[in-house]
């Protein structure tokens, strides 16, 4: 059985088989969901609508393959995907009130569609051999890059880049235990995603209940020059 750092830093064989059809689809529909809900926020018109619904349905995705350059592009190889995030956008658009007596709901799904994608992203990086590293870089970038895309898109800085109830560092968590469960344990695939997606939500609700956020920059020089002066002080004596 191979080591944590062996995980973490080689390759291990895989297999050929990828995630099944249907939890691959159901990851880009939350996705376009939580992109739907946040144009309704916004009161954006129906063509902001849509374009939220791709972007966080499929944006993550884009980026991914991008990046890794193997295989197809996922939203070019199933076109199918781009229709439903449009159907998606245009059935939020015009049954938005419907969804705003439930003010968490947006968060909810949100947090989801980075579990599922951060599975989905790693499980891409397994199936091509990719190295541990390489495959949480690509299952944290596939759960996050919708909505970064969708930030960037609105304006605003990335929630990635704010202070946060540990966002990106909840689709770390999901690709981690993925790539432990399916590489180290064996385990079938659909437990481990649901594992991955589990592991995001509750490293999220854990955060938000506790209070816990993503530390904001803070400059030390002044007390490591402190530090260093008030050593200094000491050894002269």
Not at 24 to 47: N, Y
Not at 84 to 113: E, Q, S, W
Request: hydrophobic residues 55%; glycine residues 12%.
């Amino acid at each position: 059985m191979e080591t944590l750092l062996d995980i973490l830093s080689l390759g291990a064989g895989s297999s050929s088989l990828a995630l099944p059809l249907w939890l691959d689809v159901a990851s880009v529909m939350v996705g376009a969901i939580s992109g739907a809900l946040v144009a309704a926020e916004r009161r954006l018109d129906l063509v902001g609508a849509i374009s939220l619904s791709l972007l966080c349905g499929l944006g993550g995705g884009l980026l991914r393959d991008v990046i890794m350059q193997k295989g197809s592009v996922y939203m070019l190889e199933n076109p199918y995907v781009i229709t439903a995030c449009v159907i998606v956008g245009v059935f939020v658009f015009y049954f938005a009130r419907a969804v705003a007596h439930f003010p968490t709901f947006v968060d909810v799904i949100d947090i989801i569609a980075v579990g599922l994608f951060a599975v989905s992203g790693t499980d891409k990086a397994i199936v091509y051999d990719l190295g541990g590293v390489a495959c949480i870089l690509m299952g944290a970038l596939t759960g996050t890059g919708g909505g970064m895309l969708r930030d960037v898109f609105l304006g605003e800085v990335p929630a990635i880049f704010r202070q946060s109830n540990l966002y990106a560092m909840c689709g770390v968590a999901g690709s981690l235990v993925y790539l432990l469960l399916v590489r180290q344990a064996g385990a079938p695939r659909v437990l481990a995603a649901v594992a991955g997606v589990l592991a995001t939500c509750v490293l999220r609700a854990w955060s938000v209940h506790y209070g816990i956020k993503s530390p904001q920059g803070k400059d030390l020089t002044g007390a490591l020059l402190k530090r260093v002066r008030a050593l200094r002080g000491n050894t002269d004596r």
